[in-house]
């Protein structure tokens, strides 16, 4: 059986008690077009192979598929603390300070954002889209993971692969919602917008120092033997994950 193949945050490594990573298209049991770690049920994949994938998935990061705490996202800003596992509808950001529970982020060009304080002992997870970045639902998740103890100056932050600036290109309705410093504009072509680096100055922002941040190089859209893109693959793909727990 092929292991997943994982991506793990340089910032979260070495830290006693906490699981992160954010998974890659490789691993798994699903057949074209989702070949082969699809974690997404909102694809037409056979839910089975599915499942199977998010199991070895949590297995890989110690933990039983049962203890997924998965958000049910809508683009929005919605952030949840959570303390079972299970699916929560409406939400873009779960945070816990519930060892034993693994917070599951879906994501196929937008970025999952993952978010820790391990003197507190908190984790946090979020989606950051275009529309759930300009909505606020980075801050709303630092606003959610101060409430359970956390402190933005011990906060870590792990942004992962994403759709890079150069092939986000956007209509301008959208750029007009973006800072104009997060906008590449080139005379007679549509902008560009650099989501990574929206996403980067809304933690600095909140508070998080600027060498707790680790921002993956990786483009989601220029990558596809290794990620699955919803824009380069005209939505017929899979979904990754950007997964954080603490142990119990």
């Known amino acids: ?18 699981a992160a990573a954010f998974t890659t ?3 798994g049991v699903s057949a074209p077009p989702y070949a082969s770690l699809n974690l997404g049920l909102s694809t037409d994949d056979d839910p089975a ?10 297995a890989a990061l110690g933990f039983a598929p049962e ?6 996202q809508v683009h929005g800003a919605a952030v949840r603390v959570v303390t079972t596992p299970g699916l929560y509808p409406g939400f873009d950001g779960l945070v816990t300070a519930t060892p034993g529970l693994l917070l599951g982020i879906t994501a196929a060009d937008c970025a999952a954002v993952l978010l820790a304080d391990p003197d507190a002992g908190v984790v946090g997870a979020c989606h950051a ?15 959610a993971l101060r409430t359970l103890g956390a402190r933005p100056e011990r ?9 890079s600036a150069r092939h986000f290109e956007v ?22 917008v650099d989501l990574k680096a929206a996403v980067e100055a809304q933690l600095r922002q909140g508070g998080v120092p600027a060498q707790a941040i680790e921002v993956s190089p990786r483009c989601t859209y220029a990558e596809t033997h290794t990620f699955f893109s919803h824009r380069a693959e005209r939505g017929r793909t899979g979904r990754m994950m950007g ?3 603490l142990r119990a």
């Open 155 to 163: 906060i870590r932050a792990y942004i992962g692969p994403c759709i």
């Open 25 to 27: 298209r490789h691993g």
């Open 49 to 58: 192979h599915v499942h199977e994938n998010r199991r070895r998935v949590a």
């Open 129 to 143: 889209g275009w529309r759930g970045a300009v909505a606020g639902v980075v801050p709303a998740t630092l606003d």
């Open 67 to 72: 203890a997924l705490a998965l958000a049910g």
């Open 243 to 245: 997964l954080i727990g």
């Open 1 to 18: 059986m092929t292991a997943p193949v994982l991506l793990r945050p340089a910032l979260f490594d070495g830290v006693p008690g906490l």
């Open 171 to 192: 209509g301008p309705e959208v750029a007009a919602r973006f800072d104009a410093a997060f906008v590449l504009r080139t005379p007679g072509q549509k902008p560009h």
